[in-house]
């Protein structure tokens, strides 16, 4: 079955930088596109970033965008969220996702404090 495992989340001082990493399996991960998404105390979902299945266009919310990077190696089967230039309001649980046909998986989520 599909699982994803999202790590690398923690306590940030604004201004810092953290690396998510999201462990995939279970599906052909090399054959589709991968997003990340948060949540924020009290807020909806939001979606943050996607990429394609080879890695060749990349998307960002506009409020990431030229701070956060996503990247992924299919031969680990691993999506990657690199978060520079942390700000508070960053906090959130990170997840990461994969569509395959009419199914959304999720991951656990990680969750990322951006506090001094």
């Known amino acids: 079955q599909v699982q994803l495992v999202e790590s690398g989340g923690g306590l940030a001082q604004p201004g810092g930088f953290l690396r998510l990493s999201c462990a995939a399996s279970g599906f052909t991960f090399s054959s589709y596109a991968m997003s990340w998404a948060r949540q924020a105390p009290g807020k909806g979902l939001e979606w943050v970033s996607g990429?394609?299945?080879?890695?060749?266009?990349?998307y960002y919310a506009d409020s990431v965008k030229g701070r956060f990077t996503i990247s992924r190696d299919n031969a680990k089967n691993t999506v990657y969220l690199q978060m520079n230039s942390l700000k508070p309001e960053d906090t959130a649980v990170y997840y990461c996702?994969?569509?395959?046909?009419?199914?959304?998986?999720w991951g656990q989520g990680t969750q990322v404090t951006v506090s001094s």
């Open positions: 996702n994969v569509v395959r046909g009419s199914y959304n998986y």
């Open positions: 990429i394609y299945s080879d890695g060749s266009d990349r």
